[in-house]
């Protein structure tokens, strides 16, 4: 499970912003996504209908979820697969293991799935000797370099080209010294022939699910490169890891949301591969896997239920809320502390791992409210970080003779550090980003992105090898 | 009772304790599964309310916009000398695997007597596979390819180019549309079905699109038929 950081934002947004390499990185990104989600919007006259019905589409379901669930389940069951109700993440990463290990698993392939990153499946296969091997190819290159993910649909935002290169040179020790990496098509080309190698080997394929569909009991996953495709079919074993809100009714309800994602997403008015897996293969079929297994956890998720921050739960992980903001634009998604980044993070965060960790995320807001406002499902996001900032502050006031937690009261120890942090950080976002016109240009080091290749590596430690590092002790801890 | 049944009778609790209310009364339980029966339609974009040639050209031009290529064919016949054509303009080898389904069974492939191929699943060392093609959804130039014997997944997948062929009838304008037919003909779902846009893709590296990650680098398809 990976270690939150989210405590540290303040010192995280400062390493960050120190970081040539990521700043390069948020520079060259930061507004693609931007433009190419807005063709795609502009180009489809009913979007805006589109994003009225996907809210109302998941309101609905969420006010039913136990019976959508239910129903879900049954038709899982009826196709032959097998569902596994798992309440929080040591349940989930004992139930896969156990999967695993059933099928004498050596080796695992993995779809890139943001829930797998937070139950901590990978950790936990090699703990007790099954090799994971991630095939996105950005969760690839970040699994190469013990890294996690910093956005939650470009897991390597934060990476530059000579990254690349640089590390598949340092782990792919066969490679001859004069092969050449000048374009990225190389380094796709490389990603390719090793992984087609692990596609073939494994013994057990896990991916996440964007959506479980109650009427059919099948679990959709959406991707660009295929990986998932090959991780689902290819080996004996399929295990789809799922969050409870993932479930809508009915393949009708879940084309209305899979025509706002893409756009909101990448800017594509669809994604390469959307593919719905109902149970395992069938008679005469001559591939697909023997045994299909679907992981539905909640790990925090039914507290949010009935609180001011179950319009969380809409949110299909379309990642334009960090794609649009300001601070994310600034810092990146490391800096966050934890699996979800942005102000999606920001809200879903303290939900999940409690806001005496992450009580800072929701104060790293400009308010501006550009995320609510290209949210496709119509998060009142900066609303819910609010919801947050005053819970903090009640906290705050209450008096520490009512607390028996020991971790309460430790934090209550800090507190006035631990304000002034806060202060500061919604300083910081308001001071260094209002006003501006830009984002990355103006922040400070600004002047030499264009030239950042050029200019001598930082002093000491980067931010990133020092939160790989972090990364790396907590997972043998 | 096992450990999994206690943890799901956990969440549903924990669930509904969020939601403040019991399990759903009878009444309203029935309400929901007439709605999953009845699966009802939400905003269907206009782009795609043309008439069948509107369709299928709308179809065609998306598959273009999205990276695939697309040539049309009179019938059947014509098919061996169009996956002929483009092999050769690819610089592809005059071999592939084909899936085992009748619709292209019925192809007689003789007037092409150099092209080789087999029928079955895909392997990793196949570079052309050739898939039949369920429906074509023109509102984004998607092809929906069911899984069934006669309809292997890998065939989607292993290959460097992914070959479908699609009866032009078998176009429609929105993916609703799509699995109306699907539910019409196949019952009830196979165990899998992708909707596949253009060739496979990444933006991963700087988030600059490349085609050719991890699935077929091209897609063809060849429409039969008006
Ligand atoms: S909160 Fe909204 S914009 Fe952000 S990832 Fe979720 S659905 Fe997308």
Redesign the interface.
């Known amino acids: 499970m990976q270690i939150a950081t989210s405590s540290e934002f303040k010192r995280n947004a400062h390493d960050a912003l120190a970081d040539v390499g990521l700043q390069k990185?948020l520079a060259?990104?930061g507004t693609?996504?931007i433009a190419r989600r807005a063709a795609a919007v502009a180009a489809?006259?009913?979007f805006e209908?589109?994003r009225e019905?996907a809210r109302a589409?998941k309101d609905h379901t969420l006010?039913?979820?136990?019976?959508?669930?239910?129903?879900y389940?049954a038709r899982v069951t009826a196709?032959g697969g097998t569902v596994?109700?798992?309440?929080d993440a040591a349940?989930a990463r004992a139930v896969v293991l156990a999967i695993c290990q059933e099928a004498g698993a050596r080796t695992v392939t993995k779809g890139k799935s943001m829930i797998s990153e937070e139950l901590g499946i990978n950790e936990h296969l090699e703990r007790h000797g099954i090799v994971p091997v991630e095939?996105?190819?950005?969760e690839y290159?970040l699994q190469v370099r013990h890294e996690t993910p910093s956005h939650i649909i470009?897991?390597?935002?934060h990476?530059?080209?000579e990254d690349?290169e640089a590390s598949f040179r340092a782990a792919h020790t066969d490679l001859p010294a004069d092969r050449v990496f000048h374009e990225?098509?190389d380094?796709?080309?490389e990603a390719?022939s090793r992984?087609?190698e692990k596609?073939?080997a494994a013994d057990v394929g896990i991916t996440g699910a964007n959506f479980l569909v109650?009427?059919?009991?099948?679990s959709v996953i959406v991707t660009?490169?295929?990986?998932g495709?090959?991780t689902q079919?290819?080996p004996k074993v399929h295990i789809a890891l799922a969050s409870?809100e993932k479930v809508v009714?009915?393949?009708?309800?879940c084309?209305?949301l899979?025509?706002v994602l893409a756009r909101s997403a990448?800017g594509?008015?669809?994604?390469?591969?959307?593919?719905?897996?109902?149970?395992?293969?069938?008679?005469?079929?001559?591939?697909?896997p023997e045994a299909y297994h679907v992981v539905?956890v909640?790990n925090g998720r039914?507290?949010?239920?009935?609180?001011e921050f179950?319009p969380m739960l809409r949110c299909i992980r379309c990642a334009a809320c960090m794609n649009h903001c300001p601070v994310y634009g600034a810092v990146g998604g490391h800096a966050y502390g934890w699996v979800y980044p942005g102000p999606m993070g920001s809200v879903l965060t303290p939900a999940l791992i409690g806001v005496d960790q992450a009580g800072l995320l929701p104060g790293a807001s400009t308010f501006c409210g550009k995320c609510e406002s290209v949210c496709p499902v119509k998060i009142p996001l900066p609303n819910l970080m609010r919801h947050w900032r005053e819970r903090e502050f009640e906290r705050h006031l209450t008096p520490v003779g009512q607390r028996s937690n020991l971790a309460l009261w430790a934090f209550v120890a800090k507190r006035p550090a631990l304000y002034r942090a806060l202060t500061r950080v919604a300083a910081f976002g308001l001071r260094s980003l209002a006003g501006r016109r830009g984002r990355l240009a103006h922040v400070p080091l600004a002047g030499g992105w264009t030239a950042g290749r050029d200019l001598p590596a930082p002093e000491g430690d980067t931010f990133f090898a020092r939160y790989a590092r972090a990364q790396r002790a907590g997972r043998v801890a | 009772m096992s450990a999994a049944g206690t943890s799901k009778d956990a969440m549903l609790t924990a669930i509904r304790r969020g939601l403040r209310r019991r399990p759903l009364p009878e009444d309203q339980a029935f309400a929901l599964r007439a709605r999953l029966a009845a699966h009802p339609r939400h905003v269907i974009p206009a782009r795609s309310r043309l008439d069948h040639a509107g369709q299928v050209a709308l179809f065609a031009a998306n598959v273009e916009k999205e990276f695939g290529s697309v040539v049309r064919v009179d019938d059947l016949a014509g098919v061996p000398a169009a996956v002929a054509d483009y092999l050769a303009a690819q610089n592809l080898p005059g071999q592939f695997v084909i899936a085992p389904h009748p619709g292209l069974r019925a192809i007689d492939w003789s007037s092409r007597p150099l092209l080789r191929f087999r029928e079955g699943r895909a392997e990793a060392t196949d570079a052309v596979a050739i898939q039949h093609g369920f429906a074509g959804i023109a509102e984004t130039g998607t092809l929906m390819l069911p899984s069934a014997p006669e309809r292997p997944t890998t065939l989607n997948l292993l290959a460097e180019a992914a070959i479908v062929v699609l009866a032009a009838d078998r176009v429609v304008g929105a993916y609703e549309e799509a699995w109306d037919l699907l539910r019409a003909e196949m019952g009830g779902m196979p165990r899998n079905v992708m909707l596949v846009t253009g060739p496979s893709r990444s933006a991963d590296i700087e988030q600059a699109l490349e085609l050719g990650a991890h699935g077929p680098r091209r897609l063809h398809v060849v429409l039969v038929g008006g």
């Open positions: 990185a060259r990104s693609s996504f489809l006259p009913e209908a589109l019905e589409i006010a039913h979820l136990d019976f959508y669930l239910e129903a389940a196709a596994h109700w798992c309440t349940e095939t996105d190819l950005g290159i470009a897991p390597a935002f990476l530059n080209r690349w990225r098509r380094i796709l080309t390719r992984l087609r596609f073939l109650a009427e059919t009991g099948s660009n490169e295929g990986n495709d090959l079919t290819l409870i009714p009915t393949l009708e309800d084309m209305s899979l025509r990448t594509q008015d669809f994604s390469v591969y959307t593919t719905f897996s109902t149970g395992a293969r069938r008679p005469g079929d001559l591939d697909g539905i909640d039914s507290g949010m239920l009935g609180s179950q």
